[in-house]
């Protein structure tokens, strides 16, 4: 996405006609492009981004195990610094029922004792360099664990450190390529444990040595199942479905129900993270704070809002001071306009800690809500510079930039949410929008199909390909989409009425006059909120009745139109020409015609003499104006 030609863009459009195409293939269409005549051809449906999942049953264990393996790899945790994941499975060990059968693991560690509790001192300070130059000489695999993970978060602070919003993605960390060279020697001579693979993985991920990442972190968890950072390390780097079903074999092991709730939450499938989520709670994982934010999450990305926000205040409730899932909330909050809640929000969050970068998120949501889009996008910069990788602030502040109509730098932002994780659809769809705002509907054809693969069965994405086509005069293919958004469920209600005129445009009157018609039934018995395209629906109606002599439909339809300032004057013409019809029984339809509404007009345009001065003055009424052709606007 960072450098595409045109020629691939409608390269590109057109693999996506084919997933979307109603009938079993397409014809191929000849494109042109900087005076090149090129033949693109169709491809099949992406299995990897369409389907169902076919995924393992749900492991079960007993609470007895959970508890011990929780226990055990807490302890690793622990002794190597991994204070993230010692967190995470601190809280399922609270949340869980107490049993007297588990088995607390002996935590008698080795001879490094006091330099491995040193090294771990010099952690929480965040002073890496001074631990990494005191354990250079150990020779335990815990203490060459931590040399070697000390030594990566150096690098990383270093990184940081020198970041910057529009150079972010050109900082690298300096310490991988040494890491990742001293590593795999340790790996071909089987001195690594499930924890130094790990390591390992995550530095093969961060040098873009994906696939024998993926390799690492199964090895790791072949080794021991129970630790939880393999786990999300490995969910972060799975893409696609096609990718999930087709990794190397996985342990079947309790945790990996935690692994299908992160994977399918963040591919969306929503239905799957719910079923392993309630798996879990079958087990007795009930109450947990990890697994309510989770559904919270799955119901935000299915755009259940209120319930998303339901289970977010059910949260805080519990513990007010978490501050994971604020940022998810405020984006509730912002959506719903509710400023009084996200008012208390950001003063609660400040007052817990100003220095989090969900904190941060929360008061750019604020100001941004009261329209101050520049003090949003300074508080957007602080949770960044907290953490260059965090996605919200680079999607959100993106919004910003367009609102402030910086186009340049809003593009920049969405690429970077992009470059931390490729899977968010909303950045994908942001360029989309900002390339559309700027009239380049090729370029934002692209970037809508990233998004439409990412959510196949979201309508809004389909609509927006639609849009797209009708801008680039290719109103068959804008009709294809608009039949698949109306069959995965139409979000905003706009589908139906697209397709009705894009059936108009192709001159198909059956299917101009189904839809229009199902349009205005739907506006009538209030399932459809009436929008501006409603007038233009009664008014093709209302030509169609008028030409096939239906004349109460077509009277009927005529009086809506004059009840529409676009169509008001379209409306009087067929109500007087519909009058006409009726007397004359004529039964000759002229969509341009006007009748005379008296014999001193009649007399007046030609030019024989009125029997009132100055009536040949008067003119013709002039014809109706033909609204056909209008287009909303995305």
Known sequence: YKSITFIEIMQGSMSLLSDLSMEASVDPVILTASSASLTSHTNDIDDSYYGDLTLDPPATASLEQVRTDLYKANAGCQLRGLWEYSSWISEQLVHLPKTNKAQIPDNTWNSDYDLIMFALQLMHTQEYARAVATLKD??????????????????????????????????????????????????????????????????LSKSALVDRAILTLVESLNADPSFWGSWKTLAKLIKNKNQLQTLPSLPHHWMKNFFYVEVCQEMYYANDALSFIQAL????????????????????????????????????????????IVDMYSNILYVKEDKAALNYLAHHTVEVDKYRPETCCVVGNFYSIYGNHDKAITYFQRALRLDPDYLSAWTLMGHEYVELKNYNMAIECYRNAIDVNPRDYRAWYGIGQTYELLKMHAYCLYYYMEAQRLRPTDSRMIVALGESYEKLEQPAKAKKCYMRALNVGDQEDIAMIRLAKVCEKLHDEEGAVRWYSKYVDMVNSAELDPGDDICFAYRYLAHYYLRNDRLPEADVHAHKCCEFKETKNDGKALVRQIAAHRNSGSGVYNPRFTPKPNLRVKLALSGSASTTPGSQKRSRTPPPQDHSDNDMSF
């Open 138 to 203: 150990t020779k335990t695999q815990n203490g060459r664990f931590l040399f070697y993970y000390c030594k990566y978060l150096s690098g990383e602070k270093s990184r940081i450190d020198k970041v910057d919003v529009k150079s972010r993605r050109e900082v690298n960390n300096e310490e991988l390529v040494d890491l990742r060279i001293e590593m795999e020697q340790l790996r071909q001579a089987n001195k690594l444990d499930t924890y130094g693979l790990w390591l390992l993985g995550v530095i």
């Open 281 to 324: 709670e079958d087990m007795g994982l009930t109450n947990n704070p990890y697994l309510l934010a989770k559904r919270a999450e799955v119901h935000y990305a299915l755009r259940e809002y209120d319930i998303a926000k339901d289970t977010c205040k059910e949260l805080l409730e519990k513990d007010p001071n978490r501050l994971d």
